[in-house]
Structure formats: C-alpha cells, structure tokens
C-alpha cells in the first residue's frame, strides 16, 4: 500500500470509539481493521467494528478511547522476516488484514490477504523472447505473449498470480517483437511496475536470465510468459524450502497408453506380456524455482537451454526436486492449445461472476 492508504488504518490510543467508527466506515470493506498507534507512532493493537460493538455493550460510550476496546494480542508480520505459516493460518482463520512493523513496532506496510494472498521472498523472470510460429498468423504483428484471451494478454494472467503472491520483482526477457511487449509494461500491471530486457541474439530458454542481477542467497522463479496455470506458488517455494533444494522444477502427469500387448523379454525368451499398458510420467511444465547461486554461475549472454541448465546442475551435485502442478497447465502454444485457453478462461470468468 501507499504511505496514504496505510495512514488510513492508522488511529491514535487517544481517539474516541465514535472517530474509530468513522474511520471504519471509510474503509473498503475486506479492509475495515484500524491499527491503533501509542504518541511514539508505535502499533499497540488493532480495532475493528466487533470489538467496538463489544465494547459498548459492555458498557463502554461512544466518547471512550480506542484504547480501552483496542485488541493487543494480534498478529503482526515483522519487515524482512516475513512467516508464511503464519501468514496461512491467518488466511485459514479468516483474518484479511495484517500490519507489517519495523524493529520499531511502526508500520510500514499493510498486507491485505483478499488481494496479496501471500509474500513470497522471492524474484521472478518471464520468458518472452520466442517467435510463436505455430501460432500464426495471430503472432506476426503481436508477440505471442501479447495474445489476448477472453480480453486479458497471456503473459498478464501470471504477472497477476506472481503479483498476488507478494512478488514484485519481475523481469521480462524479450527478443522477438519487443518493442510492442516494452510498451505494453510501460505501465504498471497487477500494480506491478514489470521491467523488460532485450536478448541481442537467441540464448535459449534459459540464457537470458545471464543478463540480471540476482540478490545472493534468494531465489527466482523462471517460467515461460506464455502458460497459463493456477498452480500455487506458494506451495512451490515452500516445498523448494523444505527440501532445501537448489532448482525446483514444477512438473505435470503425463501418461503414455499403449495400444497394443507389450512383451517383456530375456534375450529370446518371453518372461511376461501385458495387454495395451499405461506408463506414467512427470512432464515438465516450463516453471522453475532456482537458486540465485545458479543462477549468477551462468556465462553471461552464452545460449543454454532450461533442460542443459538442470541436467548440468545434476551433474555438479546441486539438488534438484520436483513439483506437481495441481490445477489448470496450458502450453498455449498451438491454435488448439489457444481454443482451449480461451473456453478454460471464458468458464472460470462466468464462474467468478456466478459466484459474486
């Protein structure tokens, strides 16, 4: 939130229940908590309209301070040492609003959990730089990723699922048609000010995150702009924590029928036979969490490709784990993955809207 938006939910011990109810009042209303300030602007609790109503059926007048209905005992997020347990178990319990205090005890940010479900310490670079060819002739004026669905650009579809997770540190790599997907972030989107670079020449799927700075002991998601997905990033960077992994591939099932009877054999002799067999795979989906470590090791403007990166990364020892992704995954990569695309997002749009 901005220093004005914060300044809203700010109120002084001193101030009667009657200016804490105006207060509220002018409050959207997912965000009708006030936090309650000592005269050294220090967060002491918070106030909200059930515990003004319960205080003055205890008895309490509307000329009363706020301090006297002032809940002390409330969750609190500390800046730079953001809790994601406990930001979930807030999320479980139904609370929507949370204060983020400095050293202090002063707030510094407001997290409102109906909007930014979670922080997630974390960066995230968008692959954009492929030409879309099956995709044309849609992709030869508009970048692949610029493709509308159901009135929304592809790649703005996840820079509003990284935004929601806290995330604003994004990077775009561009090559082909930049300029228009330069333009098209000139703009904050998801309240997200996106930046973009340029790849001078190919550097694969993964070379071009060679061209960034990343902050040493952190971490990046690094994803293709052209997917749509609802998998949880959260739960991705929080099995990449457990696992204390080095990359964290996020993968989707992939089945393989056979249509025939297959045999298994031991030189010219048949041990078994199994009629038309099911063999299951993990595919990968084009959405990894990586170690900025890494990623700051990549030769810079060399061209490698994500697999080359992770099989290399296996090979010198580095953990490598794996995600499933639980939910929607599109490649739109094709005309059909692009039908697809639009009739999966055109049912979860009439859903929402069926559900306000």
Known sequence: MSSNDTRQHIINHNASL???????????????????????????????????????????????????????????????NIDLDMIRSCRER??????????????????????????LPVSAILMAGGKGE??????????KPLLEIEGKAIIDYNIEALAACGINDITVCTRYLSEKIFDHFSAPVAGVDVRC?????????????????????????????????????EDLYMRHISENADITVAVIPYQVSVPYAILTTEGRRVTGIEEKPAYSYYANAGIYLISNNLLNALNKDERIDATDFIQ????????????PVNGTWIDVGSPVDFRQATEIMRHHRNMSLNNK
């Open 18 to 80: 009657i200016e804490a109810l105006e207060k509220l009042n002018n409050l959207p209303g997912n965000e009708m908590t006030l936090f309650v300030e000592d005269d050294d602007h220090r967060i002491i609790g918070t106030l909200t309209d059930g515990d003004i109503r319960r205080s003055l059926l205890a008895g309490l007048g509307t000329d009363s301070d706020v301090f006297r209905a002032t809940h002390r005992d409330f969750r609190r997020l500390r800046r730079g």
């Open 197 to 233: 670079i340029r790849e001078d020449r190919p550097l694969g799927t993964l070379g071009a995150a060679s061209l960034i700075s990343h902050r040493p002991g952190g971490a990046t998601v690094v994803m293709n702009s052209d997917l749509l997905t609802s998998l949880s990033f």
């Open 312 to 323: 290399n990364a296996i090979a010198g020892g580095s953990k490598v784990v794996f995600f």
């Open 134 to 143: 099956r995709l044309r002739p849609m992709t030869l004026d508009t970048p």
């Open 94 to 119: 139904g609370i929507n609003v949370l204060p983020v205090l400095d050293s202090e005890d002063r707030l510094t940010d407001i997290i409102n959990l109906n909007v930014r479900h979670t922080i």
